[in-house]
């Protein structure tokens, strides 16, 4: 763990709920009344999957902001939710400002300590560039996806038409 891990690990791991926390209600206030209530309620993974991954997601994102950085541990958990927010028909501003809503709960928290504050927005920046990365794959791989089952409806179609004209 290098200088700066150190420093934001030994001074803020004790606040790495609290701040988890407000980010997750940062983030489900982006969302409907409706969805945000289900989001924030309901508990079961499987009843609400999206809830779980932001839960899950986040936590992980904050640990690793006031840890070590590790990308092993920060990319997938990054992946889910972008995933997610790339299929909900968001555009790449929308879907990657979660990250950003981290900025204001963290200053919130490490103001009266510049340098820590410095290194924590640094790496909040890095975790934005990687979730509009990550966003635009995703959504390459939708459009691919897509373009796909185009060509594969129209050959079935011309295959139909071809044998509706034979007969």
Known sequence: MDLAASLLAASFSEKKDVISSEWLKSVLRTYPEDSSRLLRLESDPFRNPVGHALKEGLSVLVEEILGGMKPDRITPAMDAIVRIRAVQGCT???????????????????RSHEEILAIAEQ?????????????????????????????????????????????
């Open 92 to 110: 790449a501003g929308q879907a990657v400002s979660f990250v950003l809503l981290l900025r204001d709960v963290v200053r919130r928290h490490l």
């Open 123 to 167: 790496r909040i920046d890095e975790l934005a560039l990687l979730a509009f990365d990550l966003f635009t794959r995703c959504r390459e791989k939708i459009h691919e996806i897509k373009a796909n089952e185009l060509k594969r409806s129209m050959y079935v179609q011309t295959r139909l038409d071809r044998n509706s004209a034979i007969h």
